[in-house]
Nanobody, 125 residues
Framework: QVQLVESGGGLVQAGGSLRLSCAASGGTFSRYAMGWFRQAPGKERDFVAAITSSGSGITYGDPVKGRFTISRDNAKNTVYLQMNSLKPEDTAVYYC??????????????????WGQGIQVTVSS
């Protein structure tokens, strides 16, 4: 059973930066594509970014393109989300997820097998 634990969230002013980390255990991390999703209060869960198992393929959701960067370190079993130029509309609970079935850097949340518990990111105006 794969376990995912997010860290690095918190409160930041608009225009600031945060880096989220997601540490994986209990599986072969280097075989999984990884994704980040977010959910704001009263809204559906939205795709943020995804990266293939090797790191060679990356996809971003339109609202974060040019501001967020996803990366991974397979030696550390960790995926990162660097968030720059944060906006109040980026406020949400952020989740990392693992996809073990070779779907690559997909934005489809249904294709992810494992999820973290989520971490709050709040951007003040």
């Amino acid at each position: 059973q794969v376990q995912l634990v997010e860290s690095g969230g918190g409160l930041v002013q608009a225009g600031g930066s945060l880096r989220l980390s997601c540490a994986a255990s209990g599986g072969t991390f280097s075989r999984y594509a990884m994704g980040w999703f977010r959910q704001a209060p009263g809204k559906e869960r939205d795709f943020v970014a995804a990266i293939t198992s090797s790191g060679s393929g990356i996809t971003y959701g339109d609202p974060v393109k040019g501001r967020f960067t996803i990366s991974r370190d397979n030696a550390k079993n960790t995926v990162y989300l660097q968030m720059n130029s944060l906006k109040p509309e980026d406020t949400a609970v952020y989740y990392c997820a693992a996809n073990r079935n070779g779907y690559g850097a997909t934005s489809n949340s249904i294709l992810y097998n494992y999820w973290g518990q989520g971490i709050q990111v709040t951007v003040s105006s």
